[in-house]
């Protein structure tokens, strides 16, 4: 396996904000090929997107995550993105640089060019869909003189994701997100995910509990509405119950894990599924 930690950098100071002296990085966890298996084969990629509205990245949502989709045969970069006190775009900009990357390595990597999805939890996932939705927007292929299509995700994979800024949202996310623009009728729209969807947002798998008591499963249904109303295809899962921050929903990311809701435990295969089947 190829394992190593990358440093994404770009000028804060340019797009208005401050990262603290934070470093963001990319760790990748990369399937080696094998002349006795397959020597040639390319594999598609998941960039593990985080909660923590947007104040921390939790830790049972990023490598835990990054090695189940390892397990799978799939490729898997853990993004370690900026939070407050760095605000919006740019956890947006440091999203595009990790796709263009990979792309960038394909051959290098063994990653499937055509196979590159974020995936993102609560606040993280907010981030791929943000990410999703505004990818082609100019403050970010202007950003790096994007015009290929280097940076563009193929799909996003959406856990119990904060995706509106509006009635539903989690508030405190766009706080952290926006800062002193949190109120600013604009900004609300344009990090509105459900809002910003076009025809070149890539295809979604969607997972939510219908008892989400922090992020209301409305955010996972103004999503999909807003995706087939662009005829933007969706697998969309709602299971009954479960907390927020489930994760993989298990004894690996919570000790004392009692075994309720282990329904939700299946969200990680049907995913792998999709993702392969992009």
Known sequence: MIYKTLNIDIDYARIGTDNAGFQCTLTLYLPENSEEIDPKRCRPTVVVLPGGAYAFRSRREAEPIALKFLAEDCNAALLEYSVAPTHFPAALLET???IALLREHAEEWNVDPDKI??????????LAASYGTLWDRDFITDYYGYRNCEHKPNGMILCYAVTSA???AHRGSIENLLGDKADDPEMLELVSAEKQVTGATPPAFIWHTFDDGCVPVQNAILMAGA?????INAEVHIFPHGPHGFSLANETVYGCYDGQHSECQAWIDMAVRWLKSL
């Open 227 to 231: 995706l087939a109303e662009k005829n």
């Open 96 to 98: 595009a640089q990790a």
């Open 117 to 126: 999805a974020v995936c993102g939890f609560s606040a993280g996932g907010h």
């Open 166 to 168: 509006g009635y539903w």
